[in-house]
């Protein structure tokens, strides 16, 4: 892989482990470059991540993988593996077709039955343990800016 960019802590304490994620990486054979984020705090709690490969004519191809800032260490490790294993599938068919593949596999089986989804799953529960996250200083029980700033869009209406 040729380049790894990773987010600092999300607002609990989840913390990427670099070189834990440079072998996923590895593992799974993506050699274009990888930039994960954490989804702005607006998002709300149940939306894990998501999987973006982007075609540009003046860097070239790489992935952009955002995770949600709400959840524990666990399931931020499978919603890692989850989306990487997306990343390898854009990779292995190319980025075009993959992005129709994927559309055609949602409108004939349905989200969860597409194949893709199915695969990206297996990923994920085949890697189940194996961390991606050090996630020893989360504690959902901690008010913090976070859940101030979720009370605060919830209370404008904004959520």
């Not at 955002?66 to 499978?78: A, F, I, K, Q, Y």
């Not at 089986?109 to 996630?135: K, S, V, W």
């Amino acid at each position: 892989m040729n380049h790894l960019e990773l987010p600092g802590p999300s607002p609990y304490g989840n913390q990427l482990r670099p070189e834990a994620v440079r072998d996923a990486c590895r593992e799974l054979g993506i050699s274009d470059p990888v930039r994960i984020e954490w989804f702005p705090l607006e998002v709300p709690p149940g939306i894990a991540g998501d999987h973006r490969g982007v075609r540009d004519d003046d860097v070239g191809s790489y992935h952009v993988i955002r995770l949600s800032v709400w959840d524990n260490p666990e399931t931020v490790s499978g919603t890692l593996w989850h989306e990487l294993e997306h990343a390898r599938q854009n990779e292995a068919i190319g980025y075009g077709t993959y992005n129709r593949a994927y559309t055609f596999g949602n409108e004939i089986a349905g989200y969860d039955d597409n194949p893709f989804e199915r695969q990206a799953r297996e990923c994920e529960q085949l890697h189940q343990g194996a961390a991606l996250t050090n996630g020893s200083k989360f504690d959902p029980t901690v008010p913090d800016a976070a859940w101030k700033s979720m009370r605060d869009l919830i209370a404008k209406g904004e959520v």
